[in-house]
Nanobody, 125 residues
């Protein structure tokens, strides 16, 4: 089975940066798409970014296009999310998700089969 573990969250001041990492294990060769979502308290889970495992195609939410970068680290077998110029509204639990059947970079949480436990990101002065 596929396991996903997020790390890198924490407390940062507005304008600061964080780099989140999603470590994959199990059968990473069967993962076709990896995505990052976030969820603030009492809010719906929101798409942030996605990457194709093999072709490295990328998709970003409008709010993330300028400030965030998703990438795959071949050596570590991780998918990372570099977040710059963070704002208080970026505060949320960030989740990585993966699926082995997707043929496109889906923005809907229901499209993904595998999920990590999340890592808290808090942007506050």
């Amino acid at each position: 089975q596929v396991h996903l573990v997020e790390s890198g969250g924490g407390l940062v001041q507005p304008g600061g940066s964080l780099r989140l990492s999603c470590e994959t294990s199990g059968r990473p060769s069967s993962i076709y798409v990896v995505a990052w979502f976030r969820q603030a308290p009492e809010k719906e889970r929101e798409f942030v970014a996605a990457i194709g495992w093999s072709d490295r195609s990328k998709d970003y939410a409008e709010s993330a296009k300028v400030r965030f970068t998703i990438s795959r680290d071949d050596f570590k077998n991780t998918v990372d999310l570099q977040m710059n110029s963070l704002k208080p509204e970026d505060t949320a639990v960030y989740y990585c998700a993966a699926d082995s059947l997707l043929t496109r970079l889906d923005t809907l949480p229901g499209a993904y089969e595998y999920w990590g436990q999340g890592t808290q990101v808090t942007v506050s002065s």
